[in-house]
């Protein structure tokens, strides 16, 4: 709640001139601790409730290590979150559908989804 009075080199501090009075940064500092408090408990409260999502997020991420908007849908729906579109299964399973078959020259494809792996 002040003003800067200087530049900060070599380890020195900015002096600082105060422009609210004592009572009023402290109403200040209170009110944004009631707003960091507040929202706290409301994020809490949210995760709490849909624990049942985290979870399968973090285990869909775990996974694929990207999910797009159709994966958090699923999840969002209650759904189990299908493969990403371009996704790979490095164990040697099959790939999520048959439009992401890979080139014919046998180079990787470019862009975004496939596991860091394969980047």
Do not use: C
Request: no cysteine; glycine share 8%.
């Amino acid at each position: 709640y002040g003003e800067d009075e200087g530049e900060v080199f070599l380890g020195h501090s900015v002096t600082q001139r105060k422009q609210v009075s004592d009572g009023t940064a402290h109403t200040i500092d209170e009110e944004v601790r009631a707003i960091i408090d507040a929202n706290y408990n409301r994020a809490k409260e949210i995760l709490t409730q849909h624990i049942d999502k985290l979870h399968a997020m973090a285990e869909a991420l775990m996974k694929y290590e990207t999910i797009d908007r159709e994966q958090i849908d699923d999840i969002m729906n209650g759904r189990p979150p299908r493969p990403p579109r371009d996704w790979t299964d490095t164990r040697g399973g099959p790939r999520s559908d048959a439009s992401d078959a890979p080139s014919t020259d046998g180079a990787p494809e470019p862009g975004f989804g496939r596991p860091a792996s394969d980047h």
